[in-house]
């Protein structure tokens, strides 16, 4: 649980929520793990933690609901006690699990990210706010690489995602550029990928720092 300064934060941006419209937070829980010997990514654990639990730890101070998307075992799940969501089309990539979960979405904006970014920064919503209401949508750039899955969306651009899936799209970079989506610059180690064994070790090496992780910005880390 976050304390002392990171706390102060948190409370500045529950504050700063009044102004954002109602969010959910879509978890894309789907792969198949190959990177990491075919575990189910979201329950790899790191310092006594799930990489889930960690990711719900950060983004449920942020949101009005959380989702889980693409889950490989329900009964793994259930106990957590969040909405869960099949993939209508399997192993047809991120951009189907985002479209499923529509079904079980009750708010205005949806917030979608993978499950392997478990230090996302503790900001990331009001970061993302400004832009998604003037353009109604946002995406995260961090270190230089558009992170195409750390989205902000409202319901127009919901809607022409799912469009764009049910046509026959199935990369999520084409479809922001075909739509200009803006791009927002938060801190690279915000959005620390885990894929490998190697990630995790270093992962752990580095948990201090990243979990301190807070977005400016100007996209910088803030201790």
Known sequence: MPKGPDLQRLRRARAHRLSIPPTTAVVLCGGRGSRLGGVDKPLVELAGKTLLARLIERLEPQVDAVVLSGVRERRDYEALGYPLVEDGDRDQGPLAGIVSARSVVRTPWILTTPVDTPFLPLNL??????????????????G????NL?????????ESLARFYTGGGR?????????????VELPAAGFFNINTPDDLARAGELLPTLERTVATRQGSSVP
Request: proline content about 5%.
């Open 144 to 147: 230089g690489h558009r992170q």
């Open 125 to 142: 919503v009001s970061s993302l706010a400004p832009t998604c209401q003037r353009t109604g949508a946002a995406v995260v750039t961090a």
């Open 150 to 158: 750390a989205m902000l969306l409202d319901p127009d651009r919901v």
């Open 171 to 183: 990369a999520v970079h084409r479809w922001l550029a075909a739509h200009g989506v803006e791009e």
